[in-house]
């Protein structure tokens, strides 16, 4: 049964920064591309940013470009999301998830089977 376990999150001044971490545990981790979701209050789950088995292909939202930077471990099944200058819109939970299909990596929801409870990240202004 694959796991997912996500931690890091907490509340933070803007401007500030926060590493989030995900541990996948019963199943085969290298071969998953991994992604990071977000859902603010009222709002639909968004995707991040993402990251393929190998690490050569790590796409992101818009909204975080240049700000977040996704990564990942593979011998201690750990993906990281680190977040600098943060703003008060990236108030959300954040969610792991990952995709057993190794040969992509996509900001679709659908295709992503594994999924943790998430984390909250607040972000005062």
């Known amino acids: 049964q694959v796991q997912l376990k996500e931690s890091g999150g907490g509340l933070v001044q803007a401007g500030g920064s926060l590493r989030l971490s995900c541990v996948i545990s019963?199943?085969?981790?290298?071969?998953?591309?991994v992604a990071w979701f977000r859902q603010a209050a009222g709002l639909e789950r968004e995707f991040v940013a993402g990251?393929?088995?190998?690490?050569?292909?790590?796409p992101y939202a818009g909204s975080v470009q240049g700000r977040f930077t996704i990564s990942r471990d593979n011998a201690l099944n750990t993906v990281y999301l680190g977040m600098d200058v943060l703003r008060p819109e990236d108030t959300a939970v954040y969610y792991c998830?990952?995709?057993?299909?190794?040969?992509?990596?996509?900001?679709?929801?659908?295709?992503?089977?594994?999924w943790g409870q998430g984390t909250q990240v607040t972000v005062s202004s």
């Open positions: 998830a990952a995709d057993p299909q190794i040969w992509r990596v996509t900001d679709n929801i659908s295709d992503y089977v594994f």
């Open positions: 990251i393929n088995y190998n690490s050569g292909r790590t």
């Open positions: 019963g199943g085969p981790f290298r071969l998953y591309s």
